[in-house]
């Protein structure tokens, strides 16, 4: 069965520490996995990694993929209060468009 | 960027009335949308996939008769919850596949609590 975890599900932080989400998947066919970060409603899309080994990077957030592995990490620097969030890790299945979704990371960031 | 929208934003309805949740992508067609349930602290979980023009495919779990499911145009999708229950009190999610890279846009959520 196709599954997608995450890694830790909550996380307390404070304002300027760095974080690492883990996104671990077992897809049979595994074609792109995607971050989003879901604050009240739905998800906002954040990267989408197809490759192993290149790092994306947007601001103080970046994610890799290790196809090897069966892995990605998401990371934020100098965090702010404003990335409190949930963090989702989808995986989409090759010639379905179908996203599974990981179980999330729930982020605090406290001033 | 491409837009999807769903009405109502939120819905509170009695025990044992059906609600129509509406999916629809403004500025693309859409030939695959998919439906997603989300409860409290918990991750999206995809309820079935709709085909514009086709029968839904549904999820493992998910009961099609109890979640009404129609693509009736390549920019239109609905969700009928049918003689909802306070269990069926859940954020629904729909997604629709568009643009050149066939990327998935998801539509803001509807609330949807049943008393």
């Known amino acids: 069965e196709d599954k997608v975890v995450q890694s830790p599900l909550s996380l307390v932080v404070h304002e300027g520490d760095t974080v690492t989400l883990n996104c671990s998947y077992e897809?049979?066919?595994?074609?792109?996995l995607l971050w989003y970060k879901q604050e009240k409603k739905a998800p906002t899309f954040l990267f989408m990694l197809?490759?192993?080994?290149i790092e994306k990077k947007s601001g103080r957030l970046s994610s890799i993929l290790d196809k090897k592995e069966l892995f990605s990490i998401l990371n934020i620097t100098a965090t702010q209060t404003g990335d409190s969030a949930i963090y989702l890790c989808a995986v989409e299945v090759s010639g379905t468009y179908k996203y599974i979704f990981g179980t999330g990371t729930r982020l605090k960031v406290l001033a | 960027g491409a837009v999807v929208s769903q009405h109502p934003s939120w819905v509170i309805c009695k025990s044992g009335t059906s609600v129509k949740i509406e999916c629809r992508s403004l500025d693309f067609q859409a030939t695959t949308m998919f439906w997603y349930r989300q409860f409290p602290k918990q991750s999206l979980m995809l309820m079935a996939t709709?085909?514009?023009?086709?029968?839904?495919?549904?999820e493992q779990g998910v009961e099609k008769d109890k979640f009404l499911i129609n693509h009736a145009s390549l920019t239109l999708s609905t969700l009928t919850v049918t003689s909802a229950h306070p269990e069926d009190s859940s954020f629904y999610i729909c997604s629709a596949i568009g643009g050149p890279y066939n990327e998935q846009f998801f539509g803001p959520g509807t609330r949807l609590t049943v008393l």
């Open positions: 709709s085909n514009e023009g086709s029968k839904a495919t549904y």
């Open positions: 897809v049979t066919n595994f074609r792109s």
């Open positions: 197809t490759s192993s080994g």
